[in-house]
């Protein structure tokens, strides 16, 4: 498959072939993850409250960033530490 012409869909065929819902589709346009004139364009009076034609591949490219993302930071943890009483109450033990 070509990348460098995205395939142009309306909202709903965008949608079906993400697998995602409408409002996933415009939370990322709130957030500014997807970009006028390079994720979506305007069709008609140009309007950002009108009707709106969105390119499949760099927003599924987006969207694998994003879920990349969260994944990464949800592994991401502090390494677990341990104060000498606390070791004490695992270990049922002091320490020398």
Do not use: N
């Not at 869909?9 to 390079?38: F, V």
């Not at 950002?48 to 994003?66: D, F, K, N, S, T």
């Amino acid at each position: 498959m070509d990348t460098s012409t995205p395939t142009w869909l309306a909202i709903k065929p965008l949608t079906e072939q993400l697998c995602c819902s409408e409002r996933t589709i415009y939370a990322l346009k709130e957030s500014g993850l997807l970009e006028a004139g390079k994720h979506f364009y305007a069709v008609g009076g140009g309007s950002m409250r009108g009707r709106h034609v969105y390119a499949l591949e760099p927003i599924r490219q987006v969207l694998l960033a994003e879920t990349a993302k969260a994944v990464t930071m949800r592994t991401r943890r502090a390494p677990e530490t341990y104060d000498s009483a606390h070791l004490e109450a695992l270990t049922g033990r002091a320490r020398k």
